[in-house]
């Protein structure tokens, strides 16, 4: 145990790199996260009220972006996406190695999943609270901004939780392929050089990353649940 102990105070990798290598993963993180939000957001929106007896019934569009879009972005393996959206990383922020890089592969990934929660979540909201509102005279999109989204509060802050935790693991896929923080430093020390220590060290930074994001997510909806 001491000789572990010691062998974790002056490996370089965890006194030097390990701070970067956590910075790096909460960038990867807290962008990927702020941005499928911004997107998956407005898209499970549209596949709940475009889907048959919606709001806004569309079977053309709940098709296109339903059973194409979304449906075939979640069939890929997360890995193979990373590796065929480097030309887009490369275009879109101007390199395809580095946290910023990643974030766009992870953003890309998990759009199409918190999509579906999304739309999962808005299905619990009760049909008779968007007949009410209509029968008041709300328009859709009174209706979706006042009584879907309010109502689903619960379930979409839920959602919002379980993309970020997954985003947290696909992270450290991400630092495999030049994505950077905690998954290449586990990879390139723990892997590589042979060196336990420092895989031991980034399983438990990201388990406790992970509580830490879940017992806030679930304190969260704690809150905002009013039912």
């Known amino acids: 145990m001491n000789e572990l102990l010691q062998s974790l105070l002056t490996n370089p990798a965890i006194t030097t790199a390990l701070g970067p290598a956590i910075g790096e993963t909460l960038v990867m993180v807290g962008i990927s996260a702020l941005a499928t939000v911004i997107i998956g957001l407005p898209l499970g929106v549209v596949l709940f009220v475009t889907q048959p007896g919606g709001l806004a019934a569309n079977r053309g569009v709940n ?10 972005t979640r069939s890929i393996p997360f890995a193979i996406l990373m590796v065929c959206l480097i030309p887009v990383s490369r ?9 910023q890089a990643a974030a766009v592969s992870l953003t890309i990934g998990c759009i199409p999943f918190f999509a579906r929660l ?8 009760q049909p008779g609270k968007v007949d009410a509102a209509h029968a008041m005279g ?16 619960p379930s979409l802050v839920a959602s919002i939780t379980t993309t970020v935790v997954a985003l947290i693991g696909y992270s450290a896929m991400a630092g495999l392929i030049g994505g950077g923080g905690l998954g290449r430093l586990a990879y390139n020390y723990g892997y590589q050089r042979f060196q336990p220590e420092v895989m031991i060290v980034v399983l438990i930074i990201l388990v406790l990353l992970v509580q830490l994001v879940q017992v806030a997510g679930d304190a969260l909806v704690r809150r905002v649940d009013h039912r």
């Open 138 to 153: 709300s328009t859709r999109l009174q209706t979706i901004w006042k009584v879907l989204l309010p109502e689903a509060l």
């Open 118 to 125: 999304v739309e999962a979540g808005l299905r619990e909201v």
């Open 63 to 72: 098709l296109v972006l339903g059973s194409i879009v979304v449906n075939i």
């Open 91 to 99: 275009v879109l922020v101007g390199t395809a190695i580095g946290p």
